[in-house]
């Protein structure tokens, strides 16, 4: 029995699915953990970046109270 692998992904809005040859699903899971550690960096420095935002904003404030 041979196993059958298929990728499902978006382009241009709507869904498509590819097959998978045999040889390629390592190479293709190891892009796929790849893409995923791009978007958890990404996501963090997003975090780090909204956390920097707030604290500027409190800064700003605390600011504007002690010049009162």
Same mark, same amino acid.
């Given at each position: #029995?041979?196993?059958? =692998? #298929?990728?499902? #992904?978006?382009?241009?809005?709507? &869904? ?11 190479? =293709? ?6 893409? +995923?550690? #791009?978007?958890?960096?990404? +996501?963090?420095? =997003?975090?780090?970046?909204?956390? =920097?935002?707030?604290?500027? &904003?409190?800064?700003?404030?605390? +600011?504007?109270?002690?010049? +009162?």
């Amino acid at each position: #029995f041979r196993r059958v =692998l #298929f990728q499902s #992904f978006m382009k241009d809005g709507k &869904r498509h699915v590819a097959h998978v040859p045999a040889g390629q699903v390592e190479a =293709l899971k190891q892009q796929i953990e790849a893409g +995923r550690e #791009f978007q958890d960096a990404v +996501r963090e420095v =997003l975090t780090a970046n909204a956390r =920097l935002v707030l604290l500027e &904003r409190q800064q700003q404030k605390a +600011r504007k109270a002690k010049a +009162r």
